[in-house]
């Protein structure tokens, strides 16, 4: 069975500093990759998505994960926090040829004025 | 565009009784699918339906939820009895086609058992 693991429940960073939310999976076959990020009261929106294109993933506001196989990691990065940012943030994977999504724990992002 | 609603935003009720929550996909999106997050946990899949037909209801805890989408257009799930275990925040989501469409979400709804 598919698993996504998120290190950190909690990260906090300073404004202006780099973003590293990090996220494993298992998988014998790799998967599709998707990053969500989840604001206050609103619902899950997609960041950025790996479906066996380039390994290195531009996604809205900034972020980018990289694929790599080798580490079966997905790793989410911003080079310069904003404290729009603050939210939490869902890894995620999809076998192919699947439906349903399996996520991770989350991992909520502060932002430090 | 309308995104995806849910109805309702909040709803706290007993242990015992019975709550509906209600899921509007986006217009045209055939794929419907519910998910929940119990507390501190990881958003876990429950079901999947391709207009009316239900696709995979293989993360449905027990059969105490029934997920209905008469019509292929709005879905319901409904709790009853409701218990404390199903406490949590249930999202709906939806897609125009099958992988890799992109899942798109709605706000949840908080469901609270007392």
């Known amino acids: 069975a598919q698993s996504v693991t998120q290190l950190g429940s909690h990260v906090s960073v300073s404004e202006g500093a780099l973003v590293l939310l990090r996220c494993n999976y298992s998988?014998?076959?790799?998967?599709?990759l998707f990053w969500y990020v989840q604001y206050p009261n609103q619902g899950l929106q997609l960041l950025l998505k790996?479906?066996?294109?380039?390994?290195l993933v531009k996604g809205i506001n900034g972020f980018e994960a990289e694929f790599k196989k080798s580490e079966t990691s997905f790793h989410l990065t911003k080079p310069s926090a904003h404290m729009s940012d603050a939210a939490e943030y869902f890894c995620?994977?999809?076998?192919?040829?699947?439906?349903?999504?399996?996520f991770g724990q989350g991992t909520r992002l502060t932002i430090n004025p | 565009e309308a995104g995806v609603t849910q109805f309702p935003s909040h709803s706290v009720i007993e242990k015992g009784q019975t709550v509906t929550l209600r899921c509007d996909p986006i217009?045209?999106?055939?794929?419907l699918y519910w998910y929940r997050r119990v507390m501190g946990k990881e958003i876990k899949f429950l079901l999947h339906?391709?207009?009316?037909?239900?696709?995979?209801e293989s993360g449905m805890p027990n059969n105490r939820f029934l997920a209905e989408r008469t019509g292929g257009t709005y879905s319901t799930l409904k709790v009853q009895p409701a218990e404390l275990e199903d406490s949590g925040v249930y999202f709906c989501?939806?897609?125009?086609?099958?992988?890799?469409?992109?899942?798109?979400f709605g706000p949840g709804t908080r469901l609270t058992v007392t």
């Open positions: 339906f391709v207009k009316e037909s239900k696709q995979d």
């Open positions: 995620a994977v999809r076998r192919q040829g699947a439906q349903k999504l399996v």
């Open positions: 217009s045209g999106h055939d794929n």
């Open positions: 790996y479906t066996s294109a380039a390994t």
């Open positions: 989501a939806s897609s125009l086609g099958q992988s890799p469409y992109e899942q798109y």
């Open positions: 998988s014998s076959v790799p998967p599709y």
